[in-house]
């Protein structure tokens, strides 16, 4: 009947109708998948529940909620249907909203060690079954040998690099790899714990981490803390490659010894870094 969308769902209005019922059903497709743990909660929260195979989005996951028509007389909009059809064409505008602010909310309460959801586990071990979600890797004809890491390689930047951090991330993933590029996942880091989520992926799971070295990078919050937990991680290898610098702008990272071997953005266009970068994770294989 209808559609809408915003920036993270598409939304469809459908007509059921059969033996003792009838209403409205609204189907919400999140636009990346995986979905976050705490987002999943959230739909439970908001009386969503999953459809694992939609006829609305080409049989493809989605979450929904039935509208029951209530009939007030005999014309079919002496009804409930005015009420409901104002209701979803409210949801591009305020659906996402509600979500981010029901979100922050239980990120308020996990503060004080209180829910307001019914959470699977804590927010360490939730970090961890999330990564596990989200590696899905292409199928292959050829065997592959199990992997220790969730991702071949975690991508470290910089708001001003996120154009070369972009096109390094999908072409190693165009590739046949595993990359953790927060665009790749919006959906998973809505309503995340960041600093815990961020110390697991750059310290734990991860190959390598590559890391576009510029000023801001040097001197912005969140790339400090991701640095640091790749930095911890490589004095765990005990001299082993676990950071792959990239020089987009000259900087010296504090704890980074001048010693470690990087590529300058100036010397080598994004595609030979990359093809450099595919020959050593062939390599592993």
């Avoid at 028509?69 to 505008?93: C, I, L, Q, T």
């Avoid at 082993?240 to 704890?255: R, S």
Wanted: aromatic share 14%.
């Amino acid at each position: 009947m209808k559609t809408g969308e915003d920036a993270a769902f598409k939304f469809v209005m459908t007509w059921m109708e059969g033996g003792s019922y009838k209403g409205w059903t609204f189907h919400y497709r999140p636009k990346h998948y995986p979905v976050s743990i705490e987002l999943e909660a959230a739909f439970g929260i908001l009386g969503l529940a999953r459809l694992g195979d939609c006829p609305q989005f080409d049989f493809e996951p989605c979450y929904w909620t039935f509208h029951e028509f209530v009939s007030r007389g005999d014309s079919p909009w002496d009804s409930n249907a005015e009420w409901v059809h104002g209701y979803f064409g409210a949801h591009a505008k305020h659906f996402s909203t509600g979500l981010e602010q029901l979100l922050a909310a239980q990120a308020t309460a996990e503060q004080i060690n209180r829910s307001i959801f019914r959470m699977p586990a804590s927010p360490e071990q939730r970090a961890v079954q999330e990564i596990e979600r989200a590696v899905v890797r292409p199928a292959s004809t050829t065997s592959v040998p199990a992997r220790k890491y969730k991702f071949d390689i975690a991508m470290s930047f910089a708001g001003p690099q996120r154009e070369v951090a972009e096109d390094i991330a999908s072409r190693v993933k165009d590739a046949g790899f595993s990359v953790f590029y927060d665009y790749f996942y919006p959906e998973m880091l809505w309503g995340k714990n960041l600093v815990e989520f961020f110390d697991d992926i750059y310290r734990k799971q991860a190959r390598y981490c590559v890391m576009l070295v510029s000023p801001e990078y040097r001197d912005r919050m969140w790339t400090q803390h991701e640095r640091r937990s790749a930095q911890a991680r490589a004095l765990e290898e005990r001299g082993g490659e676990y950071i792959l610098p990239v020089m987009v702008e000259q900087a010296e990272l504090p704890g980074m010894p001048p010693t470690v071997g990087y590529l300058a953005l100036a010397q080598y266009p994004v595609d030979q870094i990359t093809e450099v970068l595919l020959k050593k994770l062939k390599s592993k294989q």
